[in-house]
């Protein structure tokens, strides 16, 4: 495959335009588009993977992911503990969404805080929080993480997480020992985002991150990062949700996590991270058939120096430019975390 990848690459790179857009921040971007245009990018604001007290913040470009500035903070953190990971969409009636989860910095095991609610009317200027989410039974704490998509109605449907090996906090028992396992799940709004509940399982024992994608009221999509090699499956479900069925890999070993995104011409885009050792990119592969099949893989940006990276997130502007934001601990040139952004062209 990489002899491959290396001539799409040369070839993508006629028409693109790259930009370290946020510094100093670890990232794992969430890219939304609203209505007037603006892009918001929900972030986790410091330079490393969990070990430091941090926020998840809202930065804003008007030019197209060109330009970033800071808006408001969707989750705050406590002090000794951290607001990271998270899942965000936009609402039916447009406003921004974003659910966030949190750990306590302690040295024992993982700790997980509940999920923060988190909304904003004003293009991620202020927010309202709240911590209105029911967990599915059985578990103490969930995860969220990739894209908020919106079903008919007043409904939502996030995707989260829920490993093993992690306490909820209050939750004193110990974690159990052995290989990592994990199970997703998929929680639905009934009121635009306000609250949530009502957990499916999405995947059960081998599957952690995981993001969503809606086509029609028949077909969803879930791009699901495994424990065990660290590929992407595909799940689909055809009943808004509700049940699951695994449709088989869509990435290799150490590639994930996903990024699922309906182009404007009707196309499906899958954007991961390739995190392997010598081999380190981010990649994109097109289905013409709504995720039935897929073209082969190609690399739209390569992260040479980089011993962190992935974690990408697009959208498509109306002119047709594909926006798609990553992180990175490094490349050639610039020796600090920071959020990447590629503008580029599908052809």
């Known amino acids: 495959m990489k002899p491959a990848l290396a001539i799409a690459a040369a070839f993508c790179a ?46 804003t470009s ?12 969707p989750a705050p953190h406590e002090p000794r503990t951290l607001r990271l990971n998270h899942a965000a969409g936009l609402a039916h009636d447009g406003s921004l969404v974003v659910l966030a989860s949190g750990r306590v910095l302690e040295q024992r095991t993982d700790i997980w805080l509940p999920v923060l609610v988190s909304r904003s009317n004003d293009g991620a200027k202020t927010w309202t929080r709240s911590e209105k989410l029911t967990l599915p039974a059985g578990v103490d704490y969930l995860i969220p993480f990739g894209d908020i998509v919106q079903l008919p109605g007043q409904r939502l449907a996030a995707s989260f997480y829920h490993d093993h090996r992690f306490r909820a906090a209050g939750n004193k028992s110990e974690a159990p020992r052995g290989p990592r396992r994990g199970s997703a799940y998929v929680l639905f709004s009934e009121d635009d985002g306000l609250s949530w509940g009502g957990g499916v399982l999405l ?24 424990y065990g090699d660290a590929h992407l499956d595909l799940l689909v479900s055809e009943d808004e949700g509700r049940t699951w069925t695994k449709q088989g890999p869509v990435s290799m070993p150490s590639q994930h996590p996903a990024s699922l995104l309906r182009l404007n011409d009707g ?49 498509q502007l109306a002119d047709g430019t594909v926006v798609t934001a990553w992180y990175t601990s490094a490349i050639e040139g610039h020796q600090r975390y920071h959020m990447g952004v590629l503008r580029w062209k599908l052809e």
């Open 62 to 73: 008007r030019d197209g992911g060109k330009i970033w500035k800071l808006g408001g903070t």
């Open 203 to 226: 995947g059960k024992d081998d599957y952690n991150e995981t993001t969503l994608l809606r086509l029609s009221p028949n077909r969803m999509l879930a791009a699901a990062r495994t």
């Open 267 to 315: 196309r499906v885009l899958l954007t991961y991270g390739i995190r392997e050792r010598g081999n380190r990119a981010v990649a994109v592969r097109v289905s013409s058939d709504e995720g039935r099949t897929w073209g082969a893989p190609w690399p739209i940006a390569s992260f040479a120096g980089s011993k962190d990276h992935g974690y990408p997130s697009a959208v």
């Open 14 to 59: 006629l028409a693109a335009e790259r930009y370290i857009a946020i510094d100093n921040v670890c990232a794992w971007p969430n890219v939304k588009m609203l209505a007037d245009g603006t892009l918001v990018a929900v972030i986790f604001n410091q330079p490393g993977h969990g070990g430091m007290e941090g926020d998840i913040e809202a930065w």
